[in-house]
């Protein structure tokens, strides 16, 4: 049967071609971990790093990252959540939505270096905020606005039309309805969105490069210049300063990413049951 | 209370506004810096000229914008095979449960940092390719040389960051291919091969083709990843094995020279990648709203 | 009401850290002057960079209520950076151009450093002529058996547009030409790798085979091997007695606005203390 052969070719070829893949992610994943973690010490995690990070850990490092991913996802939280009730809740059909929907599909296309040659352009220098937490997180505030509008907006909705009937049929506004029936039932999906966009902040370099700057102090205020994971990842292993810390750095990062993604998972796989 | 009702409701819409308003900013911005040079460099030599050599005053883009699109080529010509195949393997050969995983797998792959992809190349790629594939290459031609660096490396590490994309998108819109369509033609007697091949591939293929151009999208606009490893040597790449410098590479890189000139000129290269991507994703949204299917 | 939350949420936030750190930060006695106050902010050439990074760990150490951040950047950064008025010191691996005297009211020069030139350990070749250089830069000369080395193709790695090694290093060696108009061009051959930090070309150079590379005499170590240019060896007397004909000065540059603060850490940078930590770091006192 020649077409049986045919199908089984085709289908053997297919499964190769999802082998390979999962095998390219166990290998770049696999890879990083083996030569990182025996690195990865306490000193690592708790020292400021000497020598431009050649030598001593990475604290500020990792306090910087925290700092700015907090600035960024405290700026976009709230003015996503909303925009995704206005999508889902409030807006009728029309131009303005339309335009205002293009928009934001194009604020997801944007490279990340366009980001970031506009952040230094615009609150680096034009607002005078120099390199710092504050400039980055800004910018990064925009980058990570298009995935929390989309996460929110897909749970928003899952939420049945009679939840929000029953509420106006009560007596309830429309703004109570949406904050006290409707925002309460898609928690999980705000917080999947919340916690991508989490990822993309902390895995950010290229903007973050050229807004918050590259200093290796510990950051006090938000005017501040700091260095993300990132960051120090891309200058460890462009400079060659130290094969160790370059191979740690990387590790913690993707033992970051690893926990985001299962977390999401987890969040999105019991939004799906409810 | 209704005055109350309004005032949220504005609120709410000007939430909804920011990112129109970012789009805005950042297009005023970028053009407004590089408008200088491409006014007074001529938009045409701008991009067709063969020479970047910004201290000698010469602002020609045509090697970076061929980097770009050599990397993005290699890319896609590795990616869409290799997304295609895992799409088809996920929507039609595995099991709800095993396909959960697998699709688990392809996000986290989404979910690496670009550095980190970076790092992989210049420590595994760039070396593998010098050391291995330069020698049988060599076999061939033996004029053949490479330092490692090059536009093979940056398709390889693109390909598999832009693979998420292709297999999520593709994904969706197999799955959305009705029932009914899969049920008529195992009822006319093809096989499961020939049903895929010839029903649910072509009428999944708007999706398909979307998330072909944004994967695209991400391919041109990817920095870090490609700064670490084409090499970046504003020349036009004359095989895979050659370095390469790109559009955003070169931005990330001289961000940090001083002469207003140059530094208008950066901007500029920002406007031509920001009006390529924005075609790109407008064709993409086009598309899926012409022919109905999901959304990013 | 959710955005009164917010905004406290965001004050909170904001408290706590700068709270947290201040704690953290807050060792030692201090100094009533005002210059021994507030921070400083070096941005500038990478080159510069590792020494700025050391002068400030030592300054900070002695002065604990003034803080040091030191951005890289390039050398170009530097001079932009005063003018933008984000950092209140440029630090530049090579001499202020003329056209950019506009915008530096002063300039420091905190310490000498020799360009060397550096090849992948497997080349044969051990001494090289700025001739020669010139013409592997400018692509005149692409195989090492030329300059009495393998038949092998030379990788060239260069560094981007910019940066001060590359200013300092294309003019010595006359990779920059000018006309007679007085207009210079970089004639550095399009064959080359272009990395962005001194760092990078090192592990480049390091791991490429048949290449070969500029980098800071203070950043050298075995990874490389180090031509001699002319005859001469790089080293720091040689950059010294002026036989070493690569060198430039690393300068700190400032805008009229300097702060008592900066002015106060410059003062270190230059006098006894700072001097010997450059010294410890490889480069070359001045004073």
Known sequence: ?274 | ?296 | MKKKLLTGLLAAAVLVTSLGMAGCGSGGDSKDAAADKGSVVIAGSTSVQPLSEAVAEAYMDSNPDVTVEVQGGGSGQGIKSIEEKIADIGALSREVKDEEKASVADEYVVAKDGVAVVVNKDVKVNDLTLEQIKDIYTGKIANWKEVGGDDKPITVVSREEGSGTRGAFTEITGVLEKDDAGKETDKTTKDALVQPSTGAVKKTVGSTPDSIGYVSLGALDDSVKTVKVEGIEATVDNVLSGDYKIQRPFVYVVNSEMSDTAKAFIEYATGAEGQKIVEENGFIPVN
């Open chain 2, 1 to 296: 209370m209704k005055t109350r009702e309004k005032a949220i409701e504005k609120i709410i819409l000007i939430c909804a506004a920011v990112s129109t308003l970012a789009v805005a900013l950042i297009t005023i911005f970028i053009f407004s810096s590089g408008f200088p040079v491409l006014k007074s460099y001529g938009v045409f030599n701008f991009i067709f000229g063969e020479n970047w050599r910004p201290t000698g005053g010469q602002y020609g883009i045509l090697p970076l914008i061929a980097g770009t699109l050599g990397v993005t080529l290699g890319a896609l010509i590795i990616g869409i095979p290799t997304g295609l195949g895992c799409a088809v393997f996920l929507a039609e050969m595995l099991k709800k449960r095993s396909a959960r995983l697998f699709k688990a797998a392809i996000e986290l792959l989404a979910g690496i940092p670009s550095v980190v992809y970076g790092f992989f190349g210049l420590a595994v790629i760039v070396p593998v390719i010098r050391e291995y594939i330069l020698p049988l290459v060599q076999k061939i031609n033996p004029d053949a040389s490479s330092s490692g660096f090059s536009v093979l490396a940056g398709a390889i590490i693109l390909a598999i960051m832009i693979l998420p994309t292709i297999v999520s998108i593709s994904e969706n819109s197999i799955s959305a291919v009705p029932r009914e369509f899969r049920e008529a033609s195992l009822a006319l007697g093809a096989d499961k091969r020939e049903t895929i091949t010839k029903v649910i591939l072509p009428a999944a293929k708007s999706g398909i083709f979307s998330s072909i151009i944004l994967a695209m999208g991400r391919a041109i606009g990817e920095t870090m990843a490609v700064l670490l490893i084409t090499g970046n040597m504003a020349q036009i790449p004359g095989s895979p094995l050659d370095s390469a410098a790109t559009l955003t590479g070169t931005i990330a890189m001289e961000m940090s020279y001083a002469t207003p000139e140059h530094q208008s000129a950066l901007f500029a290269i920002g406007i031509i990648l920001f009006v390529i991507i924005v075609i790109l994703n407008s064709i993409a949204q086009a598309i899926m709203r012409k022919f109905g299917g999901m959304t990013a």
């Open chain 1, 1 to 274: 049967m020649n077409k049986n052969v045919k199908s089984k070719g085709y289908f053997g070829l297919i499964g190769l071609v999802a082998a390979i893949t999962l095998g390219v992610l166990i290998l770049i994943i696999g890879f990083i971990l083996v030569r990182g973690i025996p690195n990865i010490s306490l000193e690592f995690l708790t020292d400021s790093p000497r020598m431009m990070g050649k030598e001593g850990g990475i604290f500020p490092v990792i306090i910087g990252t925290l700092y700015v991913t907090l600035v960024s996802i405290i700026i976009a939280t709230p003015i996503g959540v909303a925009a995704a009730i206005y999508f889902s809740e409030y807006a009728k059909k029309g131009k303005l939505i339309n335009i205002i929907r293009f928009f934001t599909e194009v604020l997801a296309g944007i490279p990340s270096v366009i980001f970031g040659l506009f952040g230094f352009a615009f609150f680096v220098v034009f607002l005078g905020m120099g390199w710092s937490v504050i400039s980055g997180g800004l910018t990064l505030s925009m980058m990570i606005l298009p995935t929390l509008i989309r996460s929110t907006e897909e749970s928003l909705k899952t939420v049945p039309v009679s939840y929000r009937e029953g509420s106006l049929a009560l007596g309830a506004t429309k703004w109570e309805t949406v904050k006290k029936v409707v925002l309460p039932c898609c928690k999980s999906g705000v917080l999947t969105g919340l916690i991508l966009g989490i990822g993309r902040a902390i895995g950010e370099t290229a903007a973050v490069m050229l807004t918050v700057g590259g200093s290796l102090k510990l950051p006090v205020s938000v005017f501040d210049s700091t260095r993300t994971m990132a960051v120090h990842l891309y200058t460890l292993a462009s400079e060659g300063l130290s094969d160790e810390k370059t191979y740690a750095t990387a590790a913690l990062l993707i033992i970051i990413v690893l926990i985001i993604n299962t977390l999401a998972n987890y969040i999105s796989g019991k939004l799906a049951k409810e």
